[in-house]
């Protein structure tokens, strides 16, 4: 079973943790990705072991609950209802639920492309360490139309659960 560490911005990283930090932030800035970086999810959940990130989960309240959540995050939708309609309340949702504004901010929605947007909107916003969560939490549609046969949270055996 994985225990959930609550994050702690005085969380002492190991060099491993922020060398990947560090290379997520070098290669967004030689992207010219308008957010801190990308992180694969086993990085995003050691950084959440550690106390050094919070988790926040941007996938709708219908996804978080029945296709499964990663214990102890927050859900802050990026867009509402089964048509997805763009929460426009999304970054004050975001700033208020979170305690410490310094501490990294780990994006994660279905296959990572709405947490990207989010991360770009949280960074506007000025929030000042969003990052996405590389493959989401199903991961990329297979060549028979499936997820997480491939990639994604669950792929890797993360800790999720349903309610």
């Known amino acids: 079973m994985f225990a959930v560490l609550a994050p702690n911005s005085a969380a002492v990283l190991s060099p491993e943790l922020q060398q990947a930090l ?20 086993k990085t ?18 219908e996804e978080y609950r029945f296709v499964g959540h990663v ?14 309609t763009r929460n426009p309340r999304f970054t ?5 639920k979170l305690a410490d504004k310094e501490l990294p901010v780990l994006l994660l929605c279905r296959s990572g492309k709405r947490s990207a947007l989010a991360a770009e909107a949280a960074t506007r916003a ?13 991961g990329e549609i297979d060549a028979y139309g499936q997820r997480g046969h491939g990639d994604g949270w669950r792929f890797h055996g993360l800790p999720w659960q349903q309610d």
């Open 22 to 41: 560090d290379e997520a932030r070098r290669a967004a800035r030689l992207d010219g990705v308008p957010f801190a970086g990308s992180l694969p999810p």
């Open 44 to 61: 995003a959940w050691a950084l959440v072991q550690a106390g050094a990130a919070r988790l926040v989960d941007v996938r709708s309240v």
């Open 71 to 84: 214990p102890g995050t927050l859900n802050v939708p990026w867009a509402t209802g089964t048509s997805l």
């Open 92 to 96: 004050r949702e975001l700033e208020a």
């Open 126 to 138: 000025g929030l000042p360490q969003v990052f996405n969560v590389l493959e989401g939490f199903e």
